[in-house]
């Protein structure tokens, strides 16, 4: 069982910048596929950016360039740097990773049907 929690959101203005962070804990024995994921009032839950358990990182094409995914694995936290923020990124963020040995992608980024674990969640709002 891996256990995760977002923190970090909050409110600011269009430009600005916020930095999320997800403590996850379960076997140290395992390593995990894990990504950021944004859900906004009445859409689908959407993959934000993704990082493997090699370290290899992607982005939708809506946030590159703007957001980067890191994992402190000595620390056990994953981390989403949000830069020059729009709007449109208003949304509930989560932090999700798949089970141990899994890595399944859809257009390259983690896909939240193939989520095992779920953080509750952090909320970004972002003013015009």
């Known amino acids: 069982q891996v256990h995760l929690v977002e923190s970090g959101g909050g409110s600011v203005q269009s430009g600005g910048s916020l930095t999320l962070s997800c403590a996850y804990s379960?076997?140290?024995?395992?390593?995990?596929?894990m990504g950021w994921f944004r859900q906004a009032a009445g859409k689908e839950r959407e993959g934000v950016a993704s990082?493997?358990?090699?370290?290899?990182?992607s982005y939708a094409n809506s946030v590159k360039g703007r957001f980067t995914v890191s994992k402190d694995n000595a620390e056990n936290t994953l981390y989403l740097q949000m830069n020059d923020l729009k709007p449109e990124d208003t949304a509930m963020y989560y932090c999700?990773?798949?089970?141990?040995?899994?890595?399944?992608?859809?257009?390259?980024?983690?896909?939240?049907?193939?989520?095992?674990?779920w953080g509750q969640g952090t909320q970004v709002t972002v003013s015009s």
């Open positions: 990082i493997d358990t090699d370290g290899a990182t």
């Open positions: 379960g076997d140290s024995n395992d390593d995990y596929c």
């Open positions: 999700g990773a798949e089970s141990p040995g899994a890595c399944s992608k859809v257009a390259g980024l983690l896909h939240s049907a193939y989520v095992s674990y």
